[in-house]
């Protein structure tokens, strides 16, 4: 199986493994963190280095977690759009399924709104999780 992780926070084994609901110690796992931005202005205004950072901070600490837990896994960063990040992605990653991890409802960063169309829009099945104000 081939699984894409969109994360906008680290996330754990556990909670790769709560998401996917079976062993994923055979998986092959690409994790993408989108450079999410705050607010709107922040985006227009090109005030994304923060975010560039924190995304790359995020996809690096998954990937560590995920392999000290034994699954495989590999990361990128990501545009600031999290459907355009999966979709660069997709493209060079074949996955099954995607995972998505996002802030919890009242912290949602700029453009989190649009995930809720990942599997219309690229036909794989989409697991959905908001993280914990204590995973932060």
């Known amino acids: 199986m081939k699984i894409l992780i969109l994360a906008s926070e680290p996330v754990s084994a556990p909670d790769v493994r709560d998401a996917v609901g079976e062993d994923v110690s055979d998986a092959e796992v690409m994790v993408v963190s989108p450079a999410l931005t705050h607010s709107p ?16 901070s995020t996809q690096r600490q998954t990937v560590k977690r995920l392999r000290e837990e034994g699954i495989p896994a590999q990361g990128d960063s990501g545009e600031s759009a999290p459907l355009q990040a999966l979709e660069d992605n997709l493209a060079l990653f074949a996955a099954d399924r995607i995972v998505i991890f996002s802030h919890p409802e009242g912290e949602r960063d700029y453009r989190e709104d649009e995930l809720e169309e990942a599997e219309r829009r690229f036909g794989i099945p989409v697991t959905h999780r908001r993280l914990s104000r204590s995973a932060r």
């Not at 202005?41 to 790359?56: G, M, P, T, Y």
Request: without cysteine; negative net charge.
């Open 41 to 56: 202005l922040r985006f227009w205004a090109s005030d994304v280095d923060e975010a560039i950072e924190h995304a790359q």
